[in-house]
Nanobody
Framework: QLRESGGGLVQPGGSLRLTCVYS????????MGWFRQAPGKEREFVAD????????AYLYSVKGRFTISRDNAKNTVHLQMNSLKPEDTAVYYC???????????????WGQGTQVIVSL
C-alpha cells in the first residue's frame, strides 16, 4: 500500500517535496519510483531509486531539478522538486516494483496520486 502527500499549488521557480509512505508487502526490497500524468497525456516515468539508495534514474527534463531519496527505516520515499516549471503540473504517483523485476511493467503497487500545480 502506498500513500502520497505533499502536492499543492506553487509558483514557477518554487519547490515542493512529495512523500510516499509504503506499507504492507511493499518494503525495503522494492525499487521505488515516481510517475506523473498531466491532463490529456499518458503517465510518464519521473524518477526511481534502488533498494539501498545505491542508484537513481531520472526523466531527462527533471534531471538536476528533482531528487529522489528513501528512508527504509521510516518506509518513506521523497521527491524533492526544485525550480518547478508550469510543465511539471501533473498528478504525481508513487509506485513500487520488486527488486528482482527488470522494468516498471512489473510494478505491483501504485498510490492514489497527489496533485502538483505550477502556476502564477
Amino acid at each position: 500500500q502506498l500513500r502520497e502527500s505533499g502536492g499543492g499549488l506553487v509558483q514557477p521557480g518554487g519547490s515542493l517535496r512529495l512523500t510516499c509512505v509504503y506499507s504492507g508487502r511493499t518494503g525495503g526490497d522494492h525499487i521505488m519510483g515516481w510517475f506523473r500524468q498531466a491532463p490529456g497525456k499518458e503517465r510518464e516515468f519521473v524518477a526511481d531509486i534502488g533498494r539501498n539508495s545505491n542508484s537513481a534514474a531520472y526523466l531527462y527534463s527533471v534531471k538536476g531539478r528533482f531528487t529522489i531519496s528513501r528512508d527504509n527505516a521510516k518506509n518513506t520515499v521523497h521527491l524533492q522538486m526544485n525550480s518547478l516549471k508550469p510543465e511539471d503540473t501533473a498528478v504525481y504517483y508513487c509506485a513500487a516494483r520488486p527488486g528482482s523485476s527488470v522494468s516498471w511493467t512489473e510494478a505491483d503497487s501504485w498510490g492514489q496520486g497527489t496533485q502538483v500545480i505550477v502556476s502564477l
